[in-house]
Structures are given as structure tokens and as C-alpha cells.
Nanobody, 125 residues
């Protein structure tokens, strides 16, 4: 079993930046995609960004394209989410997740599991 721990959240003004990290431990071997998701109060959890195992392919929700960048360092078992030009609408709890099965691709959001505990991001206007 893999354990995921997110960090880097906080309170930031609109237009600011944050960098989230997700550290994996436990059963980290294997080829897995990683993803970031978020859930705002009263809303369903939504996909934000995904990255394949090699880091050569990324995918983003339309709402964050051009502002967020996902990356990973497999040697450190860590995935990152650089968030720039933050907007109040980005306020949510952010979770990282790993694909349920080994894959060289980025699977659909429903095929991610092994959720972390989340880190809160609050953007003030």
C-alpha cells in the first residue's frame, strides 16, 4: 500500500502563487500516474492535473491551464503542483492520488485512488 502526504497549502491573495508537494511512501515501486484533485465546500471533487510516470505527458483541467504546472521527481517519490495567478475560485482542499493500476498513460480521474489527506488552499480576493 502507498501512503501519500500533501503539503504546501495556505492562504494567499489573488494573483499569488503556491507550490504543493505530495510525498509518497510505502509501496512506491511500479509505473503509476499521479494526479492532483480538489474539492471545494459543497462541490464534488474534481480533477486538476495529471502526469504520467515518466513525466513526459501532462493533462490539466481547462480552468487551470496556463496557470498550474504539475511535475514529479521519481527519485524523491514526490509530485508537485505549481500554482500561479491564483483566483478565489481555486479555493479548495487539494488532494494527490495515484493511478489504481500501473500504467504509462494518464488514466481518467475515476481510475485514481490511494488518496492523501489533502492540503487546504485559500485564495482571498
Amino acid at each position: 500500500q502507498v501512503q501519500l502526504v500533501e503539503s504546501g497549502g495556505g492562504l494567499v491573495q489573488a494573483g499569488g502563487s503556491l507550490r504543493l508537494s505530495c510525498a509518497a511512501s510505502g509501496r512506491t515501486s511500479g509505473i503509476y500516474a499521479m494526479g492532483w484533485f480538489r474539492q471545494a465546500p459543497g462541490k464534488e471533487r474534481e480533477f486538476v492535473a495529471g502526469i504520467n510516470w515518466s513525466g513526459t505527458s501532462t493533462d490539466y483541467a481547462d480552468s487551470v491551464k496556463g496557470r498550474f504546472t504539475i511535475s514529479r521527481d521519481n527519485a524523491k517519490n514526490t509530485v508537485y503542483l505549481q500554482m500561479n495567478s491564483l483566483e478565489p475560485g481555486d479555493t479548495a482542499k487539494y488532494y494527490c492520488a495515484r493511478s489504481r493500476r500501473p500504467t504509462s498513460l494518464i488514466p481518467p480521474g475515476a481510475d485514481f485512488g490511494s488518496w492523501g489527506q489533502g492540503t487546504q488552499v485559500t485564495v482571498s480576493s
